[in-house]
Nanobody, 127 residues
Framework: EVTLVESGGGSVQAGGSLRLTCTVS????????IGWYRQAPGDQCVKVAQ??????????WYHHAVEGRFTISPDDAENAVYLQMNSLKLEDTAVYYC??????????????????WGLGTQVTVSS
């Protein structure tokens, strides 16, 4: 069974940093897209970072709101992916999810069941 588990969330002050970890079991993602998404109450799901992969090709993508502050990186040996978040802002507060082939859903963990999703980890940024 495919399982994705996020960890590393918590509460931080604005300007601080967190590193999220997504551990994946059941599949490898060396030939799949893997990304980080976030969703705050009342908001739609937003893809914040993604690695597009096919065999030995990799392309990085970031949402404008986080580019320059967030970094997504894979750990092939551990079958994991990280999201380093620096210079956190109040508006970064959300539940953060990782997903394999998650696409561009309006809601994270979409009802369609498309993609493989973790359960999410809460990130709260305070002033």
């Amino acid at each position: 069974e495919v399982t994705l588990v996020e960890s590393g969330g918590g509460s931080v002050q604005a300007g601080g940093s967190l590193r999220l970890t997504c551990t994946v079991s059941g599949i490898t993602f060396d030939d799949k897209d893997i990304g980080w998404y976030r969703q705050a109450p009342g908001d739609q799901c937003v893809k914040v970072a993604q690695i597009q992969q096919f065999r030995h090709r990799r392309e990085w993508w970031y949402h404008h709101a986080v580019e320059g502050r967030f970094t997504i990186s894979p750990d092939d040996a551990e079958n994991a992916v990280y999201l380093q978040m620096n210079s956190l802002k109040l508006e970064d507060t959300a539940v953060y999810y990782c997903a394999v082939e998650g696409g561009w859903p309006d809601s994270c963990r979409p009802a369609s069941g498309y993609g493989y999703w973790g359960l999410g980890t809460q990130v709260t940024v305070s002033s």
